[in-house]
């Protein structure tokens, strides 16, 4: 199965937040901002594998500040790290600087997708092979990421966790 970089599963997607977009503080409305998210989120994915991708997980979202009414919103996603049916998929979220036109990172998330066959069955995905230092960070942390999850839904041991290990016990 053929490799591919971060770069060649990145979605890049943009919004102006409108008012039906808003809460009562005139900010973007988080659930709005998941739905983005989850929206890019699946064309990474599909970028990665071309096969139908469904969410499997969220595993952070961080809400760093908020996005007022008309703020232009720019997300980007790309596949941190694959494994053997599901992909790690990184977003970052940026608005425009009114004054500046410049980009700024306002908030990021995290998603597990997992690939299915046309019965819903897992199926394997392509490698993903990190290229810049962010992406090598990315899919290093992805691993330990992964191996906390599957410890607190009860599916590995933690003295299985060899990547968890590292940080905690001197070799």
């Known amino acids: 199965m053929k490799t591919k970089t971060p770069s060649e599963t990145k979605a890049v ?96 998330a995290i998603y597990t997708f997992v690939a299915v066959d046309q019965n819903g069955n897992p199926i394997e995905v392509p490698q993903v092979i990190p290229q810049t230092e962010e992406e090598k960070k990315r899919y290093d942390a992805a691993l330990r990421r992964k191996q906390l999850s599957l410890i607190l839904a009860g599916k590995m041991k933690a003295s299985e966790a060899t990547e968890l290990k590292k940080l905690f016990l001197e070799e």
Request: charge should be negative.
């Open 13 to 108: 997607s943009t919004y102006i937040v409108l008012p039906n977009d808003t809460n009562d503080l005139d900010n973007l409305f988080g659930g709005k901002l998941l739905a983005w998210m989850d929206v890019i989120a699946s064309i990474s994915a599909y970028r990665l594998c071309g096969r139908v991708v469904v969410t499997a997980s969220v595993n952070n979202v961080s809400f760093k500040q908020a996005i007022p009414l008309s703020s232009i919103v720019t997300l980007e996603a790309k596949v941190s790290r694959s494994f053997t049916s599901s992909m790690e998929i990184f977003i970052d979220v940026f608005v425009e600087d009114k004054s500046t036109g410049k980009s700024v990172k306002c908030n990021e």
